[in-house]
Nanobody
Framework: QVQLVESGGGLVQAGGSLRLSCAAS????????VTWHRQAPGNPRELVAS?????RTNYVDSVKGRFTISRDKNTVYLQMNSLKPGDTAVYYC?????????WGTGTLVTVSS
C-alpha cells in the first residue's frame, strides 16, 4: 500500500522557518509531479508549490521568494522561510505515485504574530 506522510509542521513565530517533508512509502515504481497544498480554516485548499520529476518548480505568488520545494528520491520537502501569520494552515502533499494520485493526511503549520 502506497502512502504519503507529511511531517515537520508546528508552531513558529512570524519570521521563522519550518521544513516540511512528504515521504512516500510502499511499492513505488514512479513518482511524478508532487505538489504541496494548504488549507486554512474557512478557506478552500490552495496549491502552494509543485515540482516535476525533472525538478521543474512552480509557486503561488504569495510564497515566491520565501518557500522552496525540492525532492530527493522518495521524499519531497517544502522549506518555508520568513513565515507570516497568513501562512497558517494544514499543509498537504499530493503526488502521482505509480500514475495514481495520492494525498497525505496533512501537517498543521501555525504562525504566531
Amino acid at each position: 500500500q502506497v502512502q504519503l506522510v507529511e511531517s515537520g509542521g508546528g508552531l513558529v513565530q512570524a519570521g521563522g522557518s519550518l521544513r516540511l517533508s512528504c515521504a512516500a512509502s510502499g511499492r513505488i515504481s514512479t513518482i511524478g509531479v508532487v505538489t504541496w497544498h494548504r488549507q486554512a480554516p474557512g478557506n478552500p485548499r490552495e496549491l502552494v508549490a509543485s515540482i516535476t520529476s525533472g525538478g521543474r518548480t512552480n509557486y503561488v505568488d504569495s510564497v515566491k521568494g520565501r518557500f522552496t520545494i525540492s525532492r530527493d528520491k522518495n521524499t519531497v520537502y517544502l522549506q518555508m522561510n520568513s513565515l507570516k501569520p497568513g501562512d497558517t494552515a494544514v499543509y498537504y502533499c499530493r503526488a502521482l505515485v505509480n500514475d495514481i494520485e495520492r494525498w497525505g493526511t496533512g501537517t498543521l503549520v501555525t504562525v504566531s504574530s
